[in-house]
Nanobody, 129 residues
Framework: QVQVVEHGGGLVQPGGSLRLSCVASGLPLEYYAIAWFRQVPGKEREGISCISSTDGSTYYADSVKGRFTISRDNRWNTAYLQMNSLQSEDTAVYYC??????????????????????WGKGTPVTGSS
């Protein structure tokens, strides 16, 4: 049974940093595209970053480009989202998701999440004032 679990959320001051982890069981992450999403209650889900399986190409939403970095450590079957220069508008629940297809890359519509099959339950990130 595939399970994806996010870790690392918390309270952070403006300008601070957090690193989120996405741990998978029953699924070798290195063979799947991995993406991070976030959602604020009452708002649409936002795709913020994706890493392809075949060549490790990375993609970012404009809202986080230059501040967030997605990566993967195949030894630990874990994906990461390093978040720097956090702002109050980054407050959201952050979700990790894996593609359904092995060998998948981040397609042009990756941020919509339609190609993602396995989702974690999310970890909250809250920016303090």
């Amino acid at each position: 049974q595939v399970q994806v679990v996010e870790h690392g959320g918390g309270l952070v001051q403006p300008g601070g940093s957090l690193r989120l982890s996405c741990v998978a069981s029953g699924l070798p992450l290195e063979y799947y595209a991995i993406a991070w999403f976030r959602q604020v209650p009452g708002k649409e889900r936002e795709g913020i970053s994706c890493i392809s399986s075949t060549d490790g190409s990375t993609y970012y939403a404009d809202s986080v480009k230059g501040r967030f970095t997605i990566s993967r450590d195949n030894r630990w079957n874990t994906a990461y989202l390093q978040m720097n220069s956090l702002q109050s508008e980054d407050t959201a629940v952050y979700y990790c998701a894996s593609s359904q297809v092995q060998g998948a890359n981040c397609g042009p519509n990756w941020s919509l999440g339609y190609d993602m099959a396995y989702w974690g339950k999310g970890t909250p990130v809250t920016g303090s004032s």
